[in-house]
């Protein structure tokens, strides 16, 4: 379903392209059909399937009803993995820090990297409980994030959560699959955002943990994508604080960042944070990646990314200067009321601020390796091993995966079972 004359297109800003052609048309309508589709039967398997398990007031029914939002989690993964594999194909090209900050020695990547008999990657050995983080350049990171996550080990697409605009919560059918993901929404007021982030976070960590499931919790620090109204923001706060503004990416707001690893650290061992950049060919130094990459231009048009470069740092959550949790009570979910003390968000000025500086310093990092990308075409100064990895779906049978084809047999066959054995 590719269109050989998009060959090119992404280097030029999209009101400079030339206009839709009718083959563009009919891709843009195969599209919306299929992946409306593939939402709506998501959703739907999860009113008429699993929601009545939700309701039944058993250990077992719940339990189900668990692992049925994960299958739907991990189908809706399949599900973008699909749309890149038919409508907008590319690559993502992965490469790892060589030293610095959060780097990844070449020994452990060669124990990261799983490829099968042709050479080809297959998956990645990261760590199976973490927090991630990257830089926002188009509105298709989330996108290719959860693609990425789908090529980990620990399938941690099937375990993938993300904080939204509360608005979100009721848009018909996505807003209400995001509800039945267990996805944070947020009102974007700190002052009653940092308790309820807190307390959904410690939750979440704590049924991580006891379960011995995996984690992967999506953050984009900087909270908005980098754009003609953006930067002269992060321009101004940088003046007003005396720093140096960043010229590839926006100065990153640690709050949000902080209270999610004060949440979950106590009560996850070996939580792991992992940072990535990422770059889009095509998109200029000091371009704004909207004027070149949308949603719809990607999907409708075909005109995708050639790749999509992500540098990946890794860092243990304990080594992170996230402040003193000595008097964190790990079993227990954090009182948050107004007139209570939780260490999670009552957290002292100089501990903030040693944060602050250190993700500051992280995003300088980025942005220096951003520069260096569009100036040699690598992150690092040396040449590094890239390891390429197509988005396409590495089963034929989960073409119905992501469509939750195998979700009602499986909920049936479980209760058929629990029947005869009464």
């Known amino acids: 379903m590719t269109v050989d004359s998009t060959t090119g297109l992404h280097s030029l800003p999209i009101s400079r392209r030339p206009a839709t052609s009718f083959q563009q048309k009919l891709r843009a309508i195969a599209f919306s059909l299929v992946f409306n589709l593939g939402c709506s039967m998501i959703n739907a398997s999860q009113f008429v399937f699993l929601l009545p398990l939700r309701l039944l007031p058993f250990k077992w029914s719940r339990s189900l009803y668990d692992e049925g939002i994960r299958y739907t989690k991990g189908a809706f993964g399949c599900l973008l993995i699909l749309m890149c594999q038919w409508f907008s194909p590319t690559s993502l090209k992965v490469t790892f820090e060589p030293n610095g900050r959060g780097a990844v020695p070449q020994d452990i990547v060669e124990s990261i990297v799983e490829r099968d008999q042709e050479g080809n990657v297959v998956s990645l050995n990261l760590p199976s409980k973490f927090v991630y983080i990257a830089n926002h350049q188009v509105y298709a990171d989330w996108w290719y994030a959860w693609c990425f996550l789908y090529y980990t080990s620990s399938e941690a697409h099937r375990y993938i959560y993300i904080t939204l605009k509360k608005s979100l919560r009721w848009v018909p059918i996505v807003g209400w699959g995001m509800q039945f993901f267990d996805f944070i929404f947020l009102a974007r007021s700190w002052a009653s955002d940092r308790r309820q982030l807190a307390t959904h976070l410690s939750l979440l960590g704590k049924f991580t943990e006891s379960n011995q499931i995996p984690l992967g919790f999506l953050l984009y620090p900087e909270g908005t994508l980098v754009s003609r109204d953006t930067r002269p923001i992060s321009k101004r706060f940088a003046d007003k604080m005396g720093i140096t503004d960043m010229a590839h990416v926006l100065l990153p707001k640690s709050t949000g960042l902080l209270y999610s690893l004060r949440s979950l650290s106590p009560r996850i061992k070996d ?152």
Not at 352 to 366: H, M
Not at 386 to 392: A, C, S, W
Request: one cysteine or more.
């Open 271 to 422: 939580l792991h944070l992992i940072d990535v950049t990422m770059v889009y060919p095509g998109i200029p130094p000091m371009g704004y990646g909207q004027d070149y990459y949308t949603l719809r231009s990607m999907f409708f048009d075909g005109v995708a990314p050639p790749a999509v470069h992500m540098h990946v740092r890794l860092f243990k959550v304990e080594d992170l200067p996230i402040g003193d949790l000595s008097d964190t009570q790990p079993s227990k979910i954090p009182d948050t009321s107004p007139n209570k003390h939780a260490v999670e968000v009552e957290i002292p000025s100089q501990e903030k601020e040693a944060f602050d500086l250190w993700l500051r310093n992280l995003w300088q990092e980025k942005d220096e390796s951003i520069g260096r990308f569009h100036e040699s075409g690598r992150f690092s100064e040396k040449e590094l091993p890239v390891f390429d990895i197509p988005l396409k779906l590495r089963r034929k049978r989960e073409i119905l995966d992501a469509f939750c084809f195998f979700l009602p047999a499986t909920v049936i066959g479980y209760l058929w079972g629990r029947l005869k054995m009464q």
